[in-house]
């Protein structure tokens, strides 16, 4: 399937439902912000099925700060790299506090962005991984629109080396970024699953304008 099918055409279906471009409830913190705090941060993890394979997700008091999929390398490996992305912070095994926020992060678009996000990175990060967040399911953008969007034209290899660091799969959705000649680029979870996530919203975004027009 070619990525290309996805992109935006610039035209609206008149009877397409209207779509919410709302950010979901975001906290972000720099590197030297969570040296200050991150050694009273718990963190709490937890394994559960997804449509794309088994992820880990790990919530904070402040939102959920990393969505893994586990199958590929394994849990161990997924779960190294959360205490390594979290070094100073307590990470603690408990799959009933993440429970719900697993069954929220696929129930649809509107359920999906009310979850809240911490995010840690770079400041250039950062900036990338909400421009991801404005990009609508069923669409996709060029890592060279990305770059323009936030201000840094040229910088679409930095914006894909953003798009690698991105801790919240499926969420803050990097795999809507795709190369300019409509080739898939990369993605650190498989490009399988990269496919399969696209072709599941645009079939998802395809059913919305089916029952809209009733």
């Not at 395809?206 to 027009?213: E, F, G, S, T, Y």
């Amino acid at each position: 399937m070619h990525a290309r099918a996805f992109a935006s055409t610039g035209t609206e279906d008149a009877a397409a439902p209207a779509r919410d471009h709302r950010e979901p409830p975001i906290a972000t913190l720099t590197e030297e912000e969570y040296r200050a705090i991150g050694a009273d941060l718990r963190l709490r993890f937890g394994l559960h099925p997804t449509p794309f394979g088994t992820a880990l997700f790990v919530a904070s008091p402040r939102g959920l700060c990393r969505l893994a999929f586990a199958d590929t390398g394994g849990a161990a490996e997924a779960l190294a790299r959360a205490r390594a992305e979290w070094p100073l912070s307590p990470l603690l095994e408990d799959a009933d506090a993440t429970a719900d926020l697993a069954r929220r992060a696929f129930a649809g678009p509107a359920i999906e962005r009310g979850i809240p996000l911490l995010l840690k990175g770079t400041p250039f990060d950062l900036r990338v991984w909400r421009a991801l967040l404005a990009i609508p399911e069923g669409e996709v953008r060029s890592y060279g629109a990305i770059a323009a969007a936030i201000g840094a034209p040229g910088a679409s290899r930095a914006v894909g080396r953003a798009c690698g660091r991105n801790p919240i799969g499926w969420l803050v959705p990097c795999h809507r970024v795709i190369r300019a000649d409509g080739g898939l680029g990369g993605y650190g979870w498989g490009l399988e699953r990269k496919r399969a996530m696209l072709a599941y919203e645009a079939a998802r975004r395809k059913n919305a304008q089916l029952h809209a027009r009733g």
